[in-house]
């Protein structure tokens, strides 16, 4: 009778072991499958490339060639010396003979006269007409254009279009500029801007 219990024991005692083995080993492989899982998507998850902007370089603010008279504009086929300028109504050469010719301002006009000797630098003769180009502005917007014209020791002045400076030779321009009366009559601001034909480069040479 006792052995009988004893055996009854037993039994019930692996049952007990046997259910609590059932019990933990399934929760135990869901854990390590949860560990695995999480591992994988921990490398799985992609990293986080850090973006490189590129800077905007400060672009450097355009300085004007500001020039005054006496000073020299030198480019690869000639030398332009600012000599003078000045506002007249009536424009005169440097050396007068007993008969020139002259300029003079209509009535309610006035003259902005450039003058300035021209070297050729260059191996072939230049055109006198083909030296630069020159605006003037007054009153920051008003603008005027010029033409321009040779000094000539025996006609006082003679036309650019059809006179050329031999190589290596300098010769006297006149940039004559017609405006309103207004112009010399007041202090509003007035600048001429200058570019030589065979450069890019811009001038600025203040009258007041």
């Known amino acids: 009778m006792f052995q009988s219990k004893k055996r009854w024991v037993i039994i019930l005692l692996l049952i007990f072991f046997i259910a609590v083995i059932f019990l933990f080993i399934p929760k135990s492989q869901n854990n390590t499958q949860v560990v695995a899982e999480n591992d994988t998507s921990s490398i799985e998850e ?10 905007t370089p400060i672009e450097n603010e355009e300085t004007e060639n500001i020039i005054s008279v006496g000073d ?9 010396t600012i000599d003078n300028v000045q506002l007249t109504y009536e424009v005169l050469p440097d050396n007068k003979s007993d008969f020139y010719s002259y300029y003079a301002a209509d009535s309610g006009e ?6 300035v000797s021209v070297k050729n630098l260059q191996k072939q003769q230049l ?4 030296v630069l180009s020159a605006t003037a502005d007054y009153n920051n917007g008003y603008t005027y254009s010029c033409f321009s014209v040779v000094e000539d020791s025996t006609l006082g002045f003679n036309y650019s279009s059809i006179t050329y400076i ?3 030779e300098t010769m006297d321009m006149r940039y004559l500029f ?11 601001p007035l600048f001429i801007t200058i570019r030589p034909s065979d450069s890019l480069d811009e001038y600025k040479l203040i009258i007041r």
């Open 110 to 115: 006035v003259y902005i006269d450039l003058d």
């Open 127 to 130: 055109n006198c007409d083909e």
């Open 46 to 55: 992609t990293e986080e490339i850090p973006v490189e902007t590129e800077e």
């Open 72 to 80: 020299t504009i030198v480019t690869d086929g000639m030398e332009i």
């Open 166 to 168: 031999s190589p290596l």
């Open 178 to 188: 017609d405006c309103p009366q207004e112009v010399e009559e007041t202090q509003n």
